[in-house]
Structures are given as structure tokens and as C-alpha cells.
């Protein structure tokens, strides 16, 4: 009577939303204060000052039958217009209004993407460890995923898996960095090189392979680490943005995607995204949040609470044994379970009430995954839980 594949979706939560619910549930029995949930990436910083000034503004300043009517499928071209020269402002490039495509979040311009793109039975390539919903996004759109295993020295790219996997059936490689769940950012060398083999691939292959460079997390970086601009590396590049974290705006739905003039066949990639979005009843992204975000291009992130509290889980981690890489960006640490079945040391973990994703779910096994967008107090006192359970395999 209803697709068995969507309602599969609809009804098997992710591991994430089932142990994020399990918290809820635990906070009712024993306190708020009680549950140490890392698992879920929901920004707890408030959204900038300057954000509710722009909506107050907007609404005053605007006819209301303009600011809450439809805009044109690709967003308001003034909206597009002002992201587009904060974009060349900050990266040197060359964007005007035509080349923004605004989307309801990263997760519908990724998706948009790879429906653009797909050509029947083409191949998505993620690198490991990777945003799970990519692939349900793929498999919406009749593409299939192939998943390079992670690089567990430095979480950056482990080029001899990928250059056995690429193949002329390769579409588009996804990357996302600063990277959910490993919190790396992908170095310049590890982008030259990918850029590289991407090129000699095109031209063995005949045909273009796109990098989705997806990055909600471009601000979200500590210690001044550069995050490198693809489209400045290689030219078949789209970019996928959001404003769900940066400026913690994930239930506002609005980000963006970019396509250079130098992809390939630019008026065919971008006509392509337009049906894309058409045939996914996209309409058009928020018409007053295209307008308040469009007035808040140059609005800083506010990083210091997320720097300061993956400086204490990194440290207190360490401390009790764990091991793990120093965040350099988004809100998540990915230490390494202490022991191979990560899926049995997260149900260890919850003895201690501390929800913990494991590796398996984002394509890296023996791993997990602590969200550390939280109140710093509260990961403060999961410290000694965290203590507790890496005494629990010491035994
Ligand atoms: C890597 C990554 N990509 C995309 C998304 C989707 O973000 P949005 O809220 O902009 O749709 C997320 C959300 O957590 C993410 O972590």
C-alpha cells in the first residue's frame, strides 16, 4: 500500500535521534543535570544579536506581501547579490547573483546536487568517517555511494583506497570539512592532491567529476586553522553552505549553493540544479531568512564556547586514557572506543549516562563520536563518568 523504502525511513530513527530520545527519556527519570548526551549536533550557542535585529528590521522595512511571498526559485537576486560579493570578499572569488542557488539548509543543496548530477547508475564517492544522511541522499536520487575507509592516522584522506574506488562511473565526490564527526579540517596538501587526481581522472575518463564541497562548518575552526576554498583548488567544484551552525540557525532552514563560471558547462550544471529543486518541491528557501541572512553575511561566529569545550573534553579525555585528535573544527571529537566493538562500548557508556554515537554509524568502526555543542558544566561533570568507564576496561 506505501513504499516499504520510505517507510523504512519514516519509521528506523538514526542511531543519533534513537539515543538522543533515550536521553530525553533519562532526563525525565533522573535530571537534566544527570544525562551526559554528546549525541546530537544541535548548536547551543544563541543565534548572533545582529540575527534578531535583521529580522525586526526586515519585517519592518519590507512589504509583508514581499518578505513572506514567494521569491524566485534560485532566492531573492538582492539576497543573492550580497552573499555573492561577501563570498569574493572573503575568498577572491569572482560570484555575482548567478551563481547562488538558494536551498532550505546544506542537507537540501547536497541533495539537490547529487539529483542534478545523477545520470542513471553514477557513483557519489564519501570519504570516511562522513555525515551519514548522504546516504539516504543518494539513495533518494537513484545514485549509489561508495565510501572510501577512513584514514585513521589524521582523519584526512586516504588517496590509495580512493584511487581504487574511482572509477568512470564517479559523478561527484562529496567532502566536508571541518568534517562531522572527526572535527579535521582537510589540509591544503590533502586538497591539491585530491584536486589532482580529480583532474587526471576527468581527463582520463573524458567526462567531469565534481567535488560537493559540503560546509556547514566553514567559521566553526580554533586556532586560527585556514579552511581552503575548493572552487579556488579546482574548478568543478559546487558548494554547499548553511547557516544551521555558523550562526546557529539549524531550524530556519537557509544555506546556498555556489557553481562557479568555471564548471563545466555552467548554464547546464546550474539549469540542472533549478530542475532539481523543482522536482523536489524546494519552491523556494525561506523568503525572510534569505533576506536576514543577506544582512548578516559578515556576522562573526561565535566560537569561544565551542573551543572552550572541546578544549575540556579533549583534555579530560586524554586524561582518563583516551586517544583522540585536538578539534581543530566543528563541534564534535571522534576518540577511539576502547574496544572494537563500538556499538557495545556506546551501550557500556550508558551505564555511565553518557550518550555517545558510535563510529560504525558514520562509516569507521571502533571510534565514536561526542558532540560537545553543550553546556561546558555539564561536560565538566561527565569527566569522572568518562574516568569511570575507561577504569571499567582497565579492570
Ligand atoms: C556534515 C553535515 N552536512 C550537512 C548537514 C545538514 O545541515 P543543514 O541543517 O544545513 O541541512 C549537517 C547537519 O548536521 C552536517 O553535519
Not at 583532474?199 to 559540503?214: A, L, R
Request: charged share 25%.
Amino acid at each position: 500500500m506505501v513504499s516499504e523504502k520510505m517507510y523504512g525511513l519514516g519509521t528506523k530513527k538514526s542511531t543519533i535521534r534513537t539515543i538522543f530520545e533515550f536521553g530525553r527519556k533519562r532526563a525525565a527519570e533522573i535530571g537534566e543535570d544527570n544525562v551526559y548526551d554528546f549525541s546530537i549536533g544541535n548548536p547551543n550557542v544563541p543565534a548572533p544579536a545582529a540575527i534578531n535585529k535583521a529580522i525586526c528590521d526586515v519585517l519592518q522595512e519590507m512589504d509583508s506581501c514581499a518578505v513572506h511571498g514567494y521569491t524566485v526559485a534560485p532566492g531573492d537576486p538582492v539576497a543573492r547579490e550580497a552573499i555573492a560579493k561577501s563570498i569574493n570578499r572573503r575568498f577572491g572569488m569572482n560570484f555575482s547573483s548567478k551563481n547562488l542557488f538558494m536551498t532550505s539548509g546544506a542537507a537540501a543543496a547536497i541533495t539537490i546536487c547529487f539529483k542534478a548530477l545523477n545520470e542513471g547508475d553514477d557513483e557519489f564517492i564519501a570519504f570516511a568517517p562522513y555525515f551519514p544522511e548522504y546516504g539516504c541522499f543518494v539513495d533518494s536520487v537513484g545514485g549509489k555511494l561508495v565510501v572510501v575507509p577512513a584514514n585513521t592516522s589524521d582523519f584526512q584522506i586516504q588517496f590509495d583506497e580512493f584511487e581504487k574506488l574511482i572509477s568512470p562511473k564517479t559523478k561527484a565526490v562529496i567532502v566536508n570539512s571541518p568534517n562531522n564527526p572527526s572535527g579535521v579540517v582537510y589540509s591544503e596538501k590533502t586538497i591539491q592532491r585530491l584536486a589532482a587526481i580529480l583532474e587526471s581522472k576527468e581527463k582520463e575518463y573524458g567526462h567531469p567529476i565534481f567535488i560537493i564541497s559540503d560546509e556547514p562548518y566553514r567559521e566553526l575552526v580554533y586556532g586560527g586553522i585556514d579552511v581552503p576554498y575548493l572552487p579556488k583548488y579546482y574548478k568543478n567544484t559546487l558548494v554547499c553552505y548553511s547557516w544551521s551552525k555558523s550562526l546557529s540557525l539549524p531550524g530556519e532552514r537557509i544555506g546556498y549553493i555556489a557553481v562557479p563560471d568555471e564548471v563545466t558547462d555552467f548554464g547546464c550544471v546550474y539549469g540542472a540544479i533549478a530542475g532539481a529543486a523543482r522536482i523536489l518541491t524546494h519552491v523556494n528557501a525561506s523568503s525572510l531568512f534569505q533576506r536576514v541572512v543577506a544582512r548578516c553575511t559578515d556576522v562573526p561566529s561565535d566560537i569561544a564556547a565551542y573551543e572552550e569545550n572541546g578544549n575540556i573534553l579533549y583534555n579530560g579525555l586524554v586524561e582518563a586514557g583516551f586517544s583522540c585528535l585536538k578539534p581543530q573544527g566543528a563541534f564534535y571529537l571522534f576518540p577511539k572506543a576502547l574496544e572494537d566493538d563500538d556499538y557495545a562500548f556506546c551501550e557500556k557508556a550508558k551505564k555511565y549516562d553518557l550518550l555517545l554515537v558510535p563510529g560504525s554509524d558514520f562509516g569507521c568502526p571502533g571510534y565514536f563520536r561526542a558532540a560537545y555543542c553543550i553546556k561546558k558544566e555539564t561536560i565538566e561533570r561527565s569527566l569522572s563518568a568518562f574516568k569511570k568507564l575507561a577504569e571499567e576496561y582497565n579492570k
